[in-house]
């Protein structure tokens, strides 16, 4: 399994890779439960299990564009995702 | 990594698991919940049934309405459960009764906005006379009625919504039983505000749930959801993501089954979603009592 660079932070230093909105994801990781509903949903696939447990962790945060189908979705509402100017 | 970011894999740091205080302030949403309710809730993961609270939070929070004028009425089952996790009032009444009780509160307090939650065999099956009733009458109650298809807390007997030929721990050969439409019912019975989604249509369920939550007589919300854990298992229907995306492909907007013919829409076994029924002619029940009785028992 490839393992996604760090990041510093939520936002990625890189050059964004396109325009539009943008989101930041923030995942509280005692609510959630691992049913995957968000993993596999995410629209821009930003989102990815963790290597060691059942939790999803931001693996592209760069690539989020505050859809808000996560936070939305989250059985649990572990999910929060606000929107960056 | 900046403090508020948690990472799961990160669980050396006993730190990151511990909730941050301003956890509650970050969202909308969390904003409602109860502060001091042990998290995560009791439901399995990926059960539905914490969308449609994200959903009914949502929708109180755009009416823009305090958390004490809002009651929610719950009776037992995986459903009834849900009042437990947020910050309004609550009454937590025994299996079926919900409805009943609910009218009590709406007669005793006319001003406040009273929410039934339900689920398909609290609402159809042990309280389905409540539910044709309070329908009738008209009274404004919203019911919200969360059709998971089975019994779920109790181990997974059919319910008056299970489909026909699906497999259930009382059912191993089968359901005989053709399932209750529960809009249709309510329709039927006099309900002024019908509507239905899906769990993966959340965004439409805050906006069903929001009207329904503003209309002054009986509105019944349908919230189309699965359990995974017992009906998914039985009938092999994959884990709660698979059952999700079922739900997706397995539904139609209303108006585009309105744009069907008439072969194809009584060929149509998808679930159609939408406002199904609105009418705002009748008059609620508890004015209707206060002009017709409570004056004139005051004037004698």
Same mark, same amino acid.
């Given at each position: 399994?490839? /393992?996604? /660079? ?33 993993? &596999? ?20 945060? &760069?690539?989020?564009? $505050? ?10 509402? $572990? ?5 960056? &100017? | ?114 929410? %039934? ?16 009733? %309070? ?6 109650? !919203? ?10 807390? !109790? ?69 189309? @959801? ?28 209303? @108006? ?45």
């Amino acid at each position: 399994m490839t /393992q996604p /660079q760090p990041t510093e932070g939520n936002v990625s230093s890189k050059p964004l890779p396109r325009s539009g909105p943008r989101g930041e994801v923030t995942i509280y990781a005692t609510w959630c439960k691992g049913c995957r509903i968000c993993v &596999e949903f995410c629209p821009p696939k930003v989102l990815e299990m963790g290597p060691l447990d059942n939790h999803p962790r931001v693996a592209y945060p &760069e690539k989020c564009t $505050a859809c808000h189908f996560c936070d939305t979705h989250c059985p649990d509402l $572990a999910i929060v995702v606000r929107k960056l &100017e | 990594m900046t403090d508020h970011i948690l990472e799961a894999h990160d669980l050396e740091n006993h730190e990151a698991l511990i909730p941050p205080s301003n956890w509650f302030e970050r969202s909308e949403t969390l904003q409602k919940l109860r502060k001091n309710k042990k998290f995560p809730t009791i439901w399995c993961a990926g059960c539905g049934l914490g969308v449609v609270m994200g959903a009914l939070i949502r929708a109180i929070d755009h009416l823009g309405l305090k958390n004490d004028d809002v009651a929610l009425v719950a009776g037992i089952g995986c459903t009834a459960r849900m009042p437990v996790y947020m910050d309004f009032n609550t009454l937590h009444t025994t299996h079926g009764r919900a409805l009943a009780f609910a009218t009590g509160l709406k007669i005793a307090r006319p001003g406040m906005k009273v929410i %039934a939650i339900m689920g398909d065999g609290d609402a159809l099956a042990i309280g389905g006379n409540h539910f044709i009733h %309070a329908a009738r009458r008209n009274i404004g109650i !919203t019911a919200l009625v969360v059709n998971n298809s089975i019994y779920g807390m !109790t181990g997974g007997q059919y319910s008056p919504t299970t489909p026909l030929g699906k497999v259930a721990t009382t059912a191993p050969y089968g359901n005989v039983e053709p399932p209750f439409p529960i809009c249709e019912l309510a329709m039927a019975a006099g309900a002024t505000y019908v509507a239905r989604s899906t769990v993966y249509h959340a965004l439409e369920l805050d906006k069903f749930l929001t009207e329904a939550i503003a209309q002054d007589g009986f509105s019944v919300v349908e919230a189309v @959801s699965y359990c995974h854990t017992t009906y998914g298992r039985l009938n092999r229907l994959g884990t709660a993501a698979d059952m999700m995306r079922a739900l997706k492909d397995n539904s139609i907007a209303k @108006s585009a089954y309105d744009k069907l013919s008439p072969d194809e829409q009584h060929a149509n076994t998808k679930i159609v979603r939408g406002v199904l029924h609105q009418n705002n002619t009748r008059m609620e029940y508890t004015r209707m009592y206060e002009q017709q009785i409570l004056t004139r028992v005051q004037s004698v």
